[in-house]
């Protein structure tokens, strides 16, 4: 069959038995034998024949022919991307970034990062547990988080962080609350106890995007980045240091390194 359809290809681009037999290295009347049984096997003609070996395609083999140079072209095409990847393998590289990481550090590294091919990077986005929970159940390769998470067989690295201030209406009643589990809602919890704040009303607010949009439209008080929203400064204690996590013991090489290029990029003074 493919023997088959290779002969037609030619013959419809060639218009002649005898042109397209010679570019084949095979006889003419075998052109005809393959352009006969692939009729056959279709049940439709394909060609309409004047006698002297040229031909006219039939509707059926105009249709016929651009579909398999669509073939073609997309087997072609999956061909190199494959040949491609077994040349150049990329090794999976998924990183989890808290979301205020996902924010203020994220764009930086992967600047430096997109350019090492031998990576196929993925940006993850979720709160402090769940890039760990991502971590521990082999997910993601490593996790950029905002409050130190300890977990049996994790190596977490502290890198340098980012000032938290207090951020929104200081004359309302309502507090905006990241979800547990995020690293803000860690902080947020114990400036709370530290000044002996009960707040009389809460909202929970699972993004720090949906943060913003509530504070810019004068809605409740929190604790936020500094770099994200206006504010009043808290104290130096509540400068924050981010933390890069990954297994303990990574089996893969050029995981390995991958560790060692990310510490490098975010302790250098350039990223701060």
Not at 25 to 43: K, Y
Not at 74 to 81: G, I, R, S
Not at 179 to 203: C, F, K, M, N, W
Not at 244 to 260: A, K, M, S, V, Y
């Amino acid at each position: 069959m493919e023997r088959d359809v290779q002969t037609f290809m030619t013959v419809y681009e060639t218009r002649n038995f005898s042109v397209a037999a010679k570019q084949l290295f095979i006889s003419q009347p075998s052109v005809s034998v393959q352009i006969n049984r692939l009729e056959q096997t279709l049940d439709m003609t394909l060609f309409v024949r004047n006698g002297r070996r040229q031909v006219q395609p039939t509707p059926a083999a105009d249709q016929l022919y651009l579909a398999y140079k669509r073939l073609d072209e997309e087997w072609q095409q999956t061909f190199m991307a494959i040949k491609q990847l077994s040349e150049h393998p990329q090794m999976p590289a998924p990183i989890g970034f808290s979301q205020t990481t996902a924010v203020t550090v994220m764009p930086m590294l992967m600047q430096q990062l997109l350019p090492h091919s031998e990576y196929q990077f993925e940006v993850r986005t979720m709160n402090s547990e769940a890039v760990l929970n991502g971590i521990v159940s082999h997910e993601l390769a490593y996790g950029l988080i905002e409050k130190p998470m300890l977990a049996d067989a994790v190596r977490q690295t502290e890198l340098p962080g980012d000032q938290l201030v207090l951020a929104g209406d200081p004359t309302t009643d309502l507090w905006l609350l990241r979800e547990a589990g995020s690293g803000v809602r860690h902080y947020t919890d114990a400036y709370l106890r530290e000044q002996g704040i009960t707040p009389t009303h809460t909202l929970v607010v699972d993004t720090n995007q949906s943060i913003m949009g509530l504070l810019q439209a004068g809605i409740g008080e929190t604790i936020f980045a500094k770099a994200l929203v206006p504010s009043a400064e808290i104290g130096a204690k509540y400068h924050r240091h981010f933390y890069l996590i990954g297994l303990e013991q990574q089996p893969n090489t050029t995981l390995r390194r991958l560790r060692d290029l990310i510490e490098a990029t975010l302790k250098s003074p350039d990223s701060n």
